[in-house]
Structures are given as C-alpha cells and as structure tokens.
C-alpha cells in the first residue's frame, strides 16, 4: 500500500449504530487531520494529531471521536449520528503542521449516509 | 472572520488558458495552497506559494499577493482531463489551513 489509505469507501448507517473510519498513512508522516466534505461546502478540519496527540479540535460534536494510536494510523469512531451528517469524510497527512511541511496527501473518503 | 472566496463555477475551451482566483482574509498568513480535485476522487496538491510572485510548474501557475490577499491560478494549453475542482486554502497563523468551497471547472472541446 502506498499513500494514504481510508476503510470503508463506503457506509450506510442508522441514527443508533455505531461504527469506526480507518485511515492509515504510509507516507512516515507525522500529523494527521480528519475533514469532513460537504457538498458545495468548503472542507471542514475537524481533528488534528500531531506526533499523536491531539493540537486541533474545532467544536465538533461529541458523536465524532477520534483515535490516533500511533503516527501511521488514525480512527474516526462515530455514534448516534444525525443525517445532517452525510458527507464525504477525508483523511490527510503531511510531514508537520507548519510552513509547506503542511503540504497535505489525502486519503479518497469514506462516502457516508446517515439514515 | 476567516474567508476564502473563490468562483464556483468555471468554463473554458479546450487548448486555452483559464485563471482561477481566490481572495483570503485571514489572522496571520503563512502561505497559501491549490489542490486539484476530481470527481469523487481525494483532493492533490498543486501548489504551495508564501512569497509575493509567480510560480511555474509546467501548465500550471500560481501567483500571489500578500498585500492584496489575492492568488490566483493559471492553467494553460488546456486538456480534458483539467476538468476538476480547483481549491484554494490560506494558511493562518495557528498554521491552520482554511479552505475555500472550490471551483468547478468545465472544460469544453
């Protein structure tokens, strides 16, 4: 595997499941960043990890949780959503957070559906 | 506030040279980003500029103005395959990237 990689490409789910994005990076970076995509809509940072801890964190709702175990990977465990929050959902790393070290390599989305 | 404004939407022949702008307001500036992205496909990156002026890669050009908070993007000799949205992001000072919605551009024969 190569670049950055996200698991499902796809999920439908129900307003009480509750399921978990995968991303992992394969590029030996060392921040990591969930967005999310709306249509039409400018891209969303919702979470940053930097060296694994956790530097960004702009207001998002409880429902989102995110997990970050080690440089390479990062999860996005979801629960009890609400349909307004269908979206693409993008996850990106570069090798820092500052100057063109925040050159960014996206993974392809996973497409998710809120029932 | 923060903002990016850029055109939504954008059409152009094939073979011709289009330029996509995008103006910034921002708290602090540590340089700005275009990246390319495809229909259903992950955003790339085309370009990163922090200094006033023009940067060429091969079909593709940026230029910024710090003093203008303005960039803009340069494509030239046209293909079909430049059809895509274009999106432009401002650095802040937080090292934050802040994004615009995009723009779309068509590429016609």
């Known amino acids: 595997e190569t670049g950055v990689t996200q698991t499902p490409r796809h999920l439908v789910m129900g307003m009480t499941n509750k399921k978990s994005l995968k991303c992992e990076q394969h590029l030996g970076h060392n921040a990591m960043y969930w967005y999310k995509q709306s249509a039409k809509k400018p891209l969303e940072l919702m979470f940053v990890y930097s060296l694994e801890e956790r530097v960004e964190n702009n207001s998002v709702p409880s429902r989102f949780s995110p997990e970050c175990p080690n440089s390479s990977h990062l999860f996005l465990h979801l629960h009890t959503l609400q349909p307004e929050d269908s979206a693409l959902y993008l996850c990106?790393?570069?090798?820092?957070?500052?100057?063109?070290?925040?050159?960014?390599?996206f993974g392809p989305g996973t497409r998710l559906t809120v029932l | 506030g923060q903002n990016i404004d850029q055109p939504t939407e954008m059409t152009a022949t094939e073979g011709a040279i289009v330029q996509i702008n995008c103006t910034y307001q921002t708290s602090g500036f540590n340089g700005l980003f275009w990246y390319q992205q495809h229909a259903g496909e992950a955003p790339t990156f085309l370009s990163y500029n922090v200094l006033d002026g023009l940067e060429e890669k091969g079909r593709f050009s940026s230029f910024l103005s710090r003093s203008k908070g303005y960039s803009y993007l340069l494509l030239k000799e046209l293909q079909m395959k430049d059809s895509a949205s274009y999106l432009c992001a401002a650095m802040d000072s937080n090292y934050q990237l802040i994004w615009g919605a995009g723009t779309k551009l068509i590429i016609k024969p």
């Open positions: 990106a790393s570069s090798q820092g957070t500052s100057g063109d070290y925040n050159e960014q390599f």
